[in-house]
T-cell receptor, first 115, second 110 residues
Framework: DAGVIQSPRHEVTEMGQEVTLRCKPISGHDYLFWYRQTMMRGLELLIY????????DSGMPEDRFSAKMPNASFSTLKIQPSEPRDSAVYFC?????????????FGDGTRLSIL | GESVGLHLPTLSVQEGDNSIINCAYS??????FIWYKQESGKGPQFIIDIRSNMDKRQGQRVTVLLNKTVKHLSLQIAATQPGDSAVYFCAPRAGNMLTFGGGTRLMVKP
């Protein structure tokens, strides 16, 4: 079965440029989560969606960050303009809802470097 | 707010020995707990989970123990193998959100 698919795997760009990260959740999963991982702060939840609707975006650092989920099989995380401090690994995760507890499943991330 | 702490940032074990990775959490509302394994260049990979109404759960070579009284859980890996080398995270859940601590790095010596 295909897991969570993220693209690109690596992105290097200059500060000030727009960056768009993409995620395809596991089919049938109705929750989607975006995380950021750095050495200093570990794994931080940025935003999550349920049935394509943003539920909690309190982890989004600032207005330069935005996320969308136009349909059940696709989500984007956009940074505009990007800054060097945005350099991190960004993970997308998904899970299904249900009566029993369901774990989140992670993609392999996008390693973002802002020069 | 929630805080998750790990007692041993790095654990080094001999191949074939058992490993125990500990995790403390602070949010008493946490009702579900997941252990993840993260290898270099990859995303966290689900290992095993446990609900708050349980105190022990076993998988293949792994056992998770939960002590809600002291807000502590542990991951035991039997007969540790080189392929077990990774960073391990416990992730308590409250509501829809998981909280990740800093992780414990497990190093397996051949």
């Amino acid at each position: 079965d295909a897991g969570v698919i993220q693209s690109p795997r690596h992105e290097v760009t200059e500060m000030g440029q727009e960056v768009t990260l993409r995620c395809k959740p596991i089919s049938g999963h109705d929750y989607l989560f975006w995380y950021r991982q750095t050495m200093m702060r570990g794994l931080e939840l940025l935003i999550y969606f349920n049935n394509n609707v943003p539920i909690d975006d309190s982890g989004m650092p600032e207005d330069r960050f935005s996320a969308k989920m136009p349909n059940a099989s696709f989500s984007t995380l956009k940074i505009q303009p990007s800054e060097p401090r945005d350099s991190a690994v960004y993970f997308c995760a998904s899970r299904r809802s249900g009566t029993s507890n369901q774990p989140q499943h992670f993609g392999d991330g996008t390693r973002l470097s802002i020069l | 707010g929630e805080s998750v702490g790990l007692h041993l940032p790095t654990l080094s074990v001999q191949e074939g020995d058992n490993s125990i990775i500990n995790c403390a959490y602070s949010n008493s509302a946490s009702d579900y707990f997941i252990w993840y394994k993260q290898e270099s260049g990859k995303g966290p990979q689900f290992i095993i989970d446990i609900r708050s109404n349980m105190d022990k759960r076993q998988g293949q070579r792994v056992t998770v123990l939960l002590n809600k009284t002291v807000k502590h859980l542990s991951l035991q890996i039997a007969a540790t193998q080189p392929g077990d080398s990774a960073v391990y995270f416990c992730a308590p859940r409250a509501g829809n959100m998981l909280t990740f601590g800093g992780g414990t790095r497990l190093m397996v010596k051949p």
